[in-house]
């Protein structure tokens, strides 16, 4: 009898522990995974490695339509990633422009957010095969933000930031023209709004930034790289088989020719010194390293070139983008025929370049976008292509005296970041105006 009571006694004790056990595991869910299921019941949730000072990680699938006005024409793989603080603490949303990189925004940190990571559609692990090109545009992109973010926001109810960096920060400034309402504020980074397929003031921006003797050493070093082009073929060739690079889709002599020609943007847009650039005694290698440290000669093989086929074909469509000056150079080159980047466009679609996509978008930002934050480098080549908010607007641009296209809010001086989060700080607490 005593020996039953004590089995009676450890059932109910295990029986406990079990429900208590299943209903903590049951409040768990309801927390946060529970929700974000109900939010997106169709989605594949996963709980993910926590970025540091969150609480809660987690990858979204989506199967997110094509076409959102047509979802019967399918969907396709979508990747989010949600990091967890608090409901009711601000929400950061990176609006990529590329593949999802998973790491803790700059603003995330200064702000103390939540943040949600959003792949761009059609890139990184968001790629169907083959891609629907008609289905690449910026406005489906647009869409696939506000679905999410009108989503999220039944579960995050402090003010939201949206932010992103170059085609991201874009992509930023795009998102809040079309939907103004979905973001309280929005800091986009390093962002272009570039004019034509070929914009003319990048060329400007190249024959005037820094000092006429660094932009002559870069002549003089593009030059040198096309004399000694059998040399550079050479070492190319076998940092190739070193790197395990194939270069089929574009050639190596292809390869060499675009990174000469590319050379002076990305000298400017990384913030190249110009005592480290090689003078025409330099041996082979020296020359080669110098020019794969500023371009990366592995931006032309065959990965890169179909890994970036999307942004190219963005660029050509509605984007815009930047030529290439054959001017220093024109006597040396053999295989660059054409200045335009469409060469690295997907050749099986038919593209149309839309010029009035931008400029709506640059209308827009420039005379109404209020509580916007930009950050540029002023040597950046992309910041020649920046926006100019009118004086009227509730809105700071931050140029960094020779700062590149790696420019942040950590590397302005200590005023000028007080000053930025002062903003932030008088924007993210001022009560929204009902009138």
């Not at 330099?282 to 070139?305: E, P, Q, R, W």
């Amino acid at each position: 009898m005593k020996k039953l009571k004590h089995i009676l006694v450890v059932l109910t004790v295990s029986l406990t522990f079990c429900t208590s056990f299943a209903q903590t595991e049951t409040t768990a869910q309801t927390s946060l995974e529970g929700k974000l299921k109900e939010l997106f019941p169709d989605a594949a949730i996963t709980k993910t490695k926590n970025l540091d000072g969150f609480s809660e990680s987690y990858q979204l699938v989506l199967n997110e339509p094509l076409d959102h006005n047509n979802p019967k024409k399918g969907t396709f793989k979508h990747y989010v990633y949600l990091s967890h603080l608090d409901f009711k603490s601000p929400m950061v949303i990176e609006t990529e422009g590329y593949a999802a990189r998973y790491k803790k925004t700059e603003l995330s940190s200064l702000l103390h957010t939540n943040q949600v990571i959003v792949e761009y559609r059609f890139y990184g692990n968001s790629r169907p095969n083959p891609i629907q090109w008609e289905y690449l545009t910026n406005d489906q992109a647009i869409e696939d933000y506000h679905s999410i973010v009108t989503k999220l926001k039944q579960l995050y109810t402090g003010k939201w930031i949206s932010t992103g960096i170059s085609k991201g920060g874009e992509t930023t400034l795009i998102y809040k023209s079309k939907y103004p309402n979905d973001i309280d504020v929005a800091v986009p980074y390093v962002a272009p709004l570039i004019n034509t397929q070929e914009d003319p003031r990048i060329e400007q921006h190249l024959a005037t930034v820094g000092t006429a003797e660094c932009r002559k050493k870069i002549v003089d070093f593009q030059r040198t790289l096309l004399q000694n082009r059998t040399a550079l073929l050479k070492e190319i060739k076998a940092y190739a088989e070193q790197e395990k690079m194939t270069f089929t889709e574009v050639s190596f002599d292809e390869a060499l020719e675009y990174g000469v020609l590319e050379f002076p943007f990305s000298f400017w847009q990384w913030g190249g010194k110009c005592e480290d650039i090689p003078n025409n005694t330099a041996s082979s290698k020296t020359l080669f390293d110098y020019m794969n440290k500023i371009v990366g000669i592995g931006y032309y093989n065959d990965k890169n070139y179909y890994d970036l086929l999307p942004s190219y074909y963005q660029h050509m469509s509605e984007l815009g983008y930047y030529g290439f000056d054959f001017t220093p150079v024109k006597d040396l080159l053999t295989t660059v025929k054409s200045t335009s980047n469409n060469r690295f466009a997907p050749k099986d679609v038919r593209i149309t370049y839309n010029p009035k996509y931008i400029k709506k978008v640059r209308d827009y930002v420039e005379t109404k976008g209020s509580k916007i934050l930009y950050i540029y480098g002023g040597y950046d080549t992309w910041e020649s292509c920046s926006p100019t908010p009118n004086s009227n607007l509730d809105a700071l641009k931050m140029v960094l005296a020779g700062g590149s296209h790696a420019t942040r809010i950590k590397n302005f001086s200590e005023q000028d970041q007080d000053k930025i989060m002062n903003t932030l700080t008088r924007w993210l607490t001022e009560q929204p105006n009902l009138n």
